[in-house]
T-cell receptor, first 114, second 114 residues
Framework: DSGVTQTPKHLITATGQRVTLRCSPR?????VYWYQQSLDQGLQFLIQ???????AKGNILERFSAQQFPDLHSELNLSSLELGDSALYFC?????????????FGNGTRLTVT | AQKVTQAQTEISVVEKEDVTLDCVYE???????LFWYKQPPSGELVFLIR????DEQNEISGRYSWNFQKSTSSFNFTITASQVVDSAVYFC???????????WGLGTSLAVNP
């Protein structure tokens, strides 16, 4: 058990809808990351937060947004969903948010857009 | 440019065979970090090891061993006497320079058959 909690585990929704994925980092970790994993594109980094502030941005679409709250939990909002957004979304956390800090991943949220 | 190449897309072995997963990286930075992660069929990503660029000592943990060679820019992972539970996708990742995000390989899918 990594200590990172992601909810929900599964999500099925229709195109055009909006969903929110939630992540609670491992106790003591200040940095949260969001990744998208699909069969055709592998593991794609979306965004990183450290102690409430955005630290790094990856291939995150404008339809997607995220934030990290004062209690360090994070939410990833996906809007105007398209079929291609169907994927496994992972949250990870690390102690310092630096490059040498191992990531601890949650179990993921499997999003299916129909 | 920074890059991680895992040339082996899929490997299939029979239980008790030794297997080596290759990872070749590219970076011009002198300080960098290399990681291996395991993603079993259940889906979660599990951190296995971190190695920094100044430490070329090989590491052994039970049946797992890692061979870091700066001369060939490789960080290979060997499983000795493989078991069915080793079946997973294994990812190699690089953290280097001013790039705050990890650079991930595409993963090697290992199937260990009884």
């Amino acid at each position: 058990d990594s200590g990172v909690t992601q909810t929900p585990k599964h999500l099925i929704t229709a195109t055009g809808q909006r969903v929110t994925l939630r992540c609670s980092p491992r106790s003591g970790d200040l940095s949260v990351y969001w990744y998208q994993q699909s069969l055709d594109q592998g593991l794609q980094f979306l965004i990183q937060y450290y102690n409430g502030e955005e630290r790094a941005k990856g291939n995150i679409l404008e339809r997607f947004s995220a934030q990290q709250f004062p209690d360090l939990h994070s939410e990833l909002n996906l809007s105007s969903l398209e079929l291609g957004d169907s994927a496994l979304y992972f949250c990870a956390s690390s102690l310092t948010g630096l490059q040498n800090s191992p990531l601890h991943f949650g179990n993921g949220t499997r999003l299916t857009v129909t | 440019a920074q890059k991680v190449t895992q040339a082996q897309t899929e490997i299939s072995v029979v239980e008790k065979e030794d297997v080596t997963l290759d990872c070749v990286y590219e970076t011009r930075d002198t300080t960098y970090y290399l990681f291996w992660y395991k993603q079993p069929p259940s889906g979660e990503l599990v951190f296995l090891i971190r190695r920094n660029s100044f430490d070329e000592q090989n590491e052994i943990s039970g049946r797992y061993s890692w061979n870091f060679q700066k001369s060939t820019s490789s960080f290979n992972f060997t499983i000795t006497a493989s078991q069915v539970v080793d079946s997973a996708v294994y990812f190699c990742a690089l953290g280097a320079g001013n790039n705050r995000k990890l650079i991930w390989g595409l993963g090697t899918s290992l199937a260990v058959n009884p």
